[in-house]
């Protein structure tokens, strides 16, 4: 080992052992009660969806009414009306069992947002979609998860990771509560600047024919709206 | 079975993983946020995730992604456009090393990400170039660059009594 790669050494070990102290403070206990919670509220959405395709019944309960992303059975629409759009930015495509599944390009789909906004009503899926303005209707309390996810977005948007490792994003029109529709609020090139350059967006439904309340203000941090 | 086996995992990893996203995101309690949430992920795919080849960088590569989309709760941050360069958030943090952790946050992104993967989970050059997606050359060359910038910054500190004061 040269003088050289001593140095080196010297400097990643004292970086390295600069974070000695630092430890997990969150109990396993809370990890795991957090997965089976998610578990189960899958396994509850699944099964409803299951009972209610099985008896015909009109799917108009919004929570019950979200097929579980990648179903077992659904292929390509060809049906009247079914939509099937490729572009560089993005794929939507209409399925047999009434959902929508999107596929974008991360580095690219904010180039057409626009586009994909059509698409995603010609597919009969109700979606508002901007860049750098985030928009919110009267009643929402702005309150977002995490993820940047308003409530009930998951019972009409569900992403799935492929095996090769492209993310499909499953849209469920027949689960979007009537007189709503999804916002999402990407990133603009400025705001990207938080992300070093990753997209980001924020996911919330929002009121059809009612004023919304736009802002190019990003949401306020988690837990403060 | 399969609960004792991920709780032995996060027992084992949980301050590995931590440590690393501490390193890239530079703010304690975001660093815990993320990687509680990564973990989480990880149980809930806990068949999938435990036959990865290396699992500690799984969880780290998913809450470096969580964060992406966490980018509003990173409202100091906002003040690059500003002109402010980093928010230092751990100043208030004892046992931390704020001036260690703010060279690292001025590390280029991907260096930082092969320190994180390569000193802090102590993966290869190989398996760190697999998780971040580049050639094994490129983590090498980023690695280099990445000692000799912190180097060049501890060794200035070191002459200057008063840096970082």
């Known amino acids: ?225 | 079975m399969q609960q004792l086996e991920f709780e032995e995992f996060y027992q084992a990893s949980r301050d590995v993983c931590l440590k690393a996203v501490l390193a890239s995101v530079g703010d304690r309690q975001l660093a815990e946020d993320l990687v509680a949430e990564s973990f989480t992920r990880a149980w809930m795919s806990w068949h999938s995730v435990s036959r990865h080849p290396a699992p500690r960088a799984w969880i780290v590569r998913a809450a470096l992604n969580t964060r992406v989309s966490w980018w509003r709760r990173r409202r100091r941050e906002v003040a690059l456009d500003r002109g402010h360069e980093i928010a230092d958030t751990t100043a208030s943090d004892p046992g931390l090393d704020s001036a260690l952790l703010a060279a690292l946050r001025r590390l280029p992104q991907r260096q930082r990400e092969v320190i994180v993967f390569r000193v802090f989970l102590d993966l290869d050059t190989k398996t760190t170039a697999e998780v971040l997606g580049i050639a094994p050359g490129t983590v090498t060359a980023h690695l280099s660059r990445a000692v000799t910038t912190l180097r060049d910054q501890f060794i200035s500190a070191d002459n200057n009594p008063e840096a970082g004061s």
């Not at chain 1, 906004?117 to 998860?145: H, I, M, S, T």
């Not at chain 1, 492929?162 to 916002?183: I, N, W």
């Open chain 1, 1 to 225: 080992m040269n003088s050289h790669d001593t140095q080196a050494a010297a400097v990643l070990d004292a970086v390295k052992d600069s974070l000695d102290g630092v430890t997990m403070h969150t109990p396993v206990e809370q990890i795991v009660t957090a997965g089976h919670v998610r578990r189960r509220r899958r396994r509850l959405i699944a099964t409803a969806t299951g009972v209610a395709a099985v008896t015909g019944l009109t799917l108009g309960v919004p929570v019950l009414s979200s097929p579980p992303a990648g179903r077992p059975g659904a292929v390509l629409s060809t049906a009247a009306g079914s939509v099937h759009i490729r572009t560089a930015a993005f794929s939507v495509d209409s399925y047999t069992d009434g959902t929508v599944h999107v596929t974008w390009d991360k580095k690219r789909y904010f180039q057409d947002h626009q586009g994909l906004q059509q698409a995603l009503r010609d597919a009969g899926f109700p979606a508002l979609v901007k860049e750098g303005v985030f928009c919110q209707g009267p009643q929402d309390n702005g309150y977002l998860d995490p993820s940047g996810v308003g409530p009930g977005v998951d019972q009409v948007m569900q992403g799935e990771r492929q095996g090769d490792g492209t993310v499909v994003f499953v849209f469920t029109p027949s689960a979007m509560p009537a007189g709503k529709e999804l916002f999402i609020g990407y990133l603009s090139p400025s705001q990207l600047a938080v992300t070093h350059g990753q997209p980001g967006s924020v996911e919330r439904l929002v009121s059809t024919g009612v004023p919304l309340t736009c802002t190019t203000q990003p949401p306020p941090p988690h837990g403060q709206a």
